[in-house]
């Protein structure tokens, strides 16, 4: 197999299979967790979504450092590593600008929308090796996604509403008000 994924000079790369795959797979297990917690909210981009978008950017990350590395070793050259970064973020950006929906009265998605942003950059942190950094930035977005859906079964606090219209009371006073007040 191994000889099957060598690069056109005859390398196959400077991290070894066994990393590459638990960076992916620890990118695509923290992305699900987040994706269903969206799926559970009945908001777009689910599990899969977040899955591709946490192991999508894990491999553009992945990619980077290898091609980095494997050119500053053969050839000499240098290069900024944060580039491949860069174009994650704005690509990602472009994705979660997708799910934004703005009507005259309310706006939604934003809470999706920062979501895939913030699950790019799990999937980005797992897949340059800062599983660290991956694991806090995980336990922050579980924390804020989850938390809320605990609170409001214990009793309504408006302050873990967002301003996007997902707030639990908001939700309730539109149905309250019924399908003439929109």
């Known amino acids: 197999i191994?000889?099957?994924?060598?690069?056109?000079?005859?390398?196959?790369?400077?991290?070894?299979?066994?990393?590459?795959?638990?960076?992916?797979?620890?990118?695509?297990?923290?992305?699900?967790?987040?994706?269903?917690?969206?799926?559970?909210?009945?908001?777009?981009?689910g599990a899969r979504t977040m899955i591709m978008i946490g192991v999508g950017a894990a491999a553009f990350a992945l990619l980077g450092e290898e091609l980095l590395v494997a050119r500053a070793a053969s050839e000499g050259v240098t290069a900024d590593?944060?580039?491949?970064?860069?174009?994650?973020?704005?690509?990602?950006?472009?994705?979660?600008?997708?799910?934004?929906?703005?009507?005259?009265?309310?706006?939604?998605?934003?809470?999706?929308?920062?979501?895939?942003?913030?699950?790019?950059?799990?999937?980005?942190?797992?897949?340059?090796?800062?599983?660290?950094?991956?694991?806090?930035?995980?336990?922050?977005?579980?924390g804020t996604m989850i938390l809320p859906h605990l609170f409001w079964k214990l009793g309504d606090l408006e302050f873990l509403g967002d301003e996007s219209g997902d707030d639990a009371n908001a939700l309730r006073d539109a149905e309250a008000a019924g399908p003439d007040a929109r």
């Not at 400077?14 to 969206?38: H, Q």
Request: glycine share 12%; net charge positive; proline share 3%.
């Open 81 to 142: 590593p944060t580039r491949v970064l860069a174009y994650i973020i704005s690509g990602v950006g472009f994705l979660g600008a997708g799910t934004i929906l703005h009507s005259k009265k309310s706006i939604s998605g934003l809470t999706t929308a920062a979501t895939i942003w913030a699950v790019a950059a799990l999937g980005a942190s797992c897949g340059v090796g800062e599983l660290r950094l991956a694991c806090i930035v995980f336990a922050f977005i579980a």
């Open 2 to 45: 191994v000889d099957a994924m060598e690069g056109a000079n005859g390398s196959v790369g400077v991290t070894p299979t066994g990393v590459i795959v638990v960076r992916l797979l620890a990118s695509a297990l923290m992305a699900a967790v987040i994706g269903w917690e969206r799926s559970f909210s009945q908001k777009p981009a």
